[in-house]
Nanobody, 121 residues
Framework: QVQLAESGGGLVQPGGSLRLSCAAS????????MGWYRQAPGNERELVAV???????NYADSVKGRSTISRDNAKNTVYLQMNNLKPEDTAVYYC???????????????WGQGTQVTVSS
């Protein structure tokens, strides 16, 4: 019913920047919170940044000041701009969204397939 399609990952040198995008599609009535999580090998999935439908944001301490999350409600898309990337930012980044689907009363949580971000010289 709903898909989240991520793009923008890749290989970048330390100190570089990347912009991740995630577009939601399907029988969407409305989107509540959207966010980005990441999982490095051997680690649990962790929150990177989230943004509410009203634009309020929250960041993990590890990325605060280096990353900006934003969303375009007209396009059902959330973005994550990451600057001054460090090797420890290397992980698979997952898009997350709470979405009200047509014909369903309660919002459901959806995940993207993940996009690899590798920070290395």
């Amino acid at each position: 019913q709903v898909q989240l399609a991520e793009s923008g990952g890749g290989l970048v040198q330390p100190g570089g920047s990347l912009r991740l995008s995630c577009a939601a599609s399907g029988r969407i009535r409305s989107i509540l919170g959207m966010g980005w999580y990441r999982q490095a090998p051997g680690n649990e999935r962790e929150l990177v940044a989230v943004i509410t439908s009203g634009g309020n944001t929250n960041y993990a301490d590890s990325v605060k000041g280096r990353s900006t999350i934003s969303r375009d409600n007209a396009k059902n898309t959330v973005y994550l701009q990451m600057n001054n990337l460090k090797p420890e930012d290397t992980a698979v980044y997952y898009c997350n969204a709470w979405i009200k689907v047509e014909g369903v009363a309660t919002p459901r949580e959806y995940w993207g397939q993940g996009t690899q971000v590798t920070v290395s010289s």
